[in-house]
């Protein structure tokens, strides 16, 4: 049980164009979904905390308007980044909280983003 | 949050036991200790937490120091499998957000 699933699980785009990351939890709803990015050789680092039907809350030095969180159901959250640049390739995880009462945390497999 | 202080990287002989220290000094007393790994390429994956008991599961076993000051990661039979990131994390009760750290990078050899 516990599955949380990202797609794509790599993507190559061209710079300037936008690009949608999808994560789902398989086989439970999940209240709250994380948005965490990694570069090469480091650790995860937190972008934005998403509940279901409300506005993600960003952490500091993350852009909301480069990278869109839409959170419409209990098994589904979107990151799209806009307008991507080489140095917004990375490895983007997802992760989800499985509801009330829950404090773990169930990771996605990632998605690798080139921006070319 | 309180921070963790774990080695940077250790290596580990397969079929033996491979203990990970962390220490987390500043740890108030409603603040869990976790421990998640990623291995390659990745998501991270759940392994095992605390408050202040030894706790243990079909994966690992968490020692956490009386003064629960630091704690201790054990793999049992360490495998070529278990080579991978392991981090230990320290989360306040009633807050969500896990704050990752750089990590031990554990190595299994033959």
């Known amino acids: 049980g516990a599955v949380v699933s990202q797609h794509p699980s790599w993507v190559i785009c061209k710079s300037g164009t936008s690009v949608k990351i999808e994560c789902r939890s398989l086989d439970f709803q999940a209240t709250t979904m994380f948005w965490y990015r990694q570069f090469p050789k480091q650790s995860l680092m937190l972008m934005a905390t998403?509940?279901?039907?409300?506005?993600?809350?960003?952490e500091q030095g993350v852009e909301k308007d480069k990278f869109l969180i839409n959170h419409a159901s209990l098994t589904l959250s979107t990151l799209t980044v806009t307008s991507a640049h080489p140095e917004d390739s990375s490895f983007y995880i997802c992760?989800?909280?499985?509801?009330?009462?829950?404090?773990?945390?169930?990771f996605g497999p990632g998605t690798r983003l080139t921006v070319t | 949050d309180a921070k963790t202080t774990q080695p940077t990287s250790m290596d580990c002989a397969e079929g033996r036991a491979a203990n990970l220290p962390c220490n987390h000094s500043?740890?108030?007393?409603?603040?869990?200790v976790y421990w998640y790994r990623q291995i390659h390429s990745q998501g991270p994956q759940y392994i095992i937490h605390g408050l202040k008991n030894n706790e243990t599961n079909e994966m690992a076993s968490l020692i956490i120091t009386e003064d629960r000051k630091s704690s201790t990661l054990i793999l049992p039979h360490a495998t070529l499998r278990d080579t991978a990131v392991y981090y230990c994390?320290?989360?306040?009760?009633?807050?969500?957000?896990?704050?990752f750290g750089a990590g031990t990078t554990v190595t299994v050899r033959a």
């Open positions: 998403s509940n279901e039907g409300s506005k993600a809350t960003y």
């Open positions: 994390i320290v989360r306040v009760a009633n807050d969500y957000k896990l704050s």
């Open positions: 992760s989800a909280r499985a509801g009330k009462g829950s404090y773990e945390q169930y």
């Open positions: 500043t740890i108030s007393g409603n603040e869990y």
